[in-house]
Nanobody, 116 residues
Framework: QVQLVESGGGLVQPGGSLRLSCAAS????????MSWSRQAPGKGLEWISD???????YYADSVKGRFTISRDNAKNLVYLEMKSLKPEDTAVYYC??????????WGQGTRVTISS
């Protein structure tokens, strides 16, 4: 059974940091490229970062320089290290796995709230 399970969300003050994790199971993780997206309250889904199977990374301008994506193929984990968090980073964060031109699997999301 395919699963993507995000964790690590929570309430953080502006300027703080969080590390999100996404645990994958049920598919050949190392060949998939993994993606993080988010959905802020009342807004649509926003792509924020990819990491390919060769560990090439991509970032949305809104998070570039503040967020870092990484993966551990031995543990089937993908991470999103988030620093210098802003209130506008408040969202539910989702990881997804892409085997081709679209996402094959999605997690259930983890909520991140940035507030003082």
């Amino acid at each position: 059974q395919v699963q993507l399970v995000e964790s690590g969300g929570g309430l953080v003050q502006p300027g703080g940091s969080l590390r999100l994790s996404c645990a994958a199971s049920g598919f050949t993780f190392r060949v998939y490229y993994m993606s993080w997206s988010r959905q802020a309250p009342g807004k649509g889904l926003e792509w924020i970062s990819d990491i390919r199977s060769d560990r090439t990374t991509y970032y949305a301008d809104s998070v570039k320089g503040r967020f870092t994506i990484s993966r551990d193929n031995a543990k089937n984990l993908v991470y999103l290290e988030m620093k210098s968090l802003k209130p506008e980073d408040t969202a539910v964060y989702y990881c997804s796995a892409w085997g081709g031109t679209g996402p094959d699997f999605w997690g259930q999301g983890t909520r991140v709230t940035i507030s003082s």
